[in-house]
């Protein structure tokens, strides 16, 4: 998608994405990948949280995401619910060369749905290292199975090769302005005449 050059402030719709999932699955390097098109083989573990701020165009609207990269390393677990808070969407993500990752995913997708508020339909699983190819140990089934019980998207992708690195966000973007615009998610108040707010997520959306 065609990146927005509108100022920092000048934004049709705001988003905050949280990633999730086990230590080491790459969601930092898929982060690094989208907003600076760059890739290193070793990042330092994320303490805590990170985040990263991108603006695109989607269909000549532009939509600033607040991009939230979590630790997955188990000691740091107990953040996650102060960080899903006010989130529009979650991309879980999982190593296909790792299938205990995918195990992983699966609890994360099981909180974000049930007890962390993503709205329904609101999640994407992302399979990364897709260019490890002769490496992989999770069969697309198995995951795609663990994406419906959750109603979630499922896409793969390689942060090392960008390949699907900027569909990972823009379907997701484009999934929760579908359902707003369906009505499925739904308007609760509009506490300034020039925006509107998404039910339960804070979500700005500027018309």
């Not at 990042?43 to 000549?60: C, E, H, P, Q, W």
């Not at 630790?71 to 808070?85: D, K, N």
């Not at 195990?103 to 099981?110: F, G, I, K, P, R």
């Not at 739904?186 to 300034?192: W, Y």
């Amino acid at each position: 998608m065609e990146p927005s050059k509108a100022g920092f402030n000048e934004y049709d719709y705001l988003f905050k994405f949280i990633l999730v999932g086990a230590a080491g699955v790459g969601k930092t390097s898929m982060i690094v990948q989208y907003c600076d098109n760059a890739f290193k083989l070793s990042y330092s573990a994320t303490l805590g949280v990170d985040f990263r701020i991108k603006s695109i165009k989607l269909n000549d609207k532009v939509v600033k995401l607040q991009i939230w990269d979590t630790a997955g390393q188990e000691r740091y677990s107990h953040i996650s619910p102060v960080y899903f808070r006010g989130c529009h969407g979650c991309i879980v993500v999982y190593d296909m060369t790792d299938p205990q990752s995918l195990s992983s995913a699966e609890a994360y997708l099981n909180k974000a749905t049930n007890d962390y508020g993503i709205p329904f339909g609101c999640a994407l699983l992302v399979g990364n290292k897709a260019d490890l190819k002769y490496e992989r140990k999770v069969r697309r089934d198995d995951a795609m199975e663990v994406a419906r019980k959750f109603n979630a998207g499922y896409i793969e992708a390689s942060a090392k090769t960008a390949d699907q690195v900027d569909e990972v966000f823009s379907s997701l973007a484009e999934t929760i302005i579908e359902k707003y615009q369906k009505g499925e998610l739904t308007i609760e108040s509009a506490p300034k005449p020039n925006k509107t707010i998404i039910k339960g997520n804070n979500i700005e959306i500027r018309k």
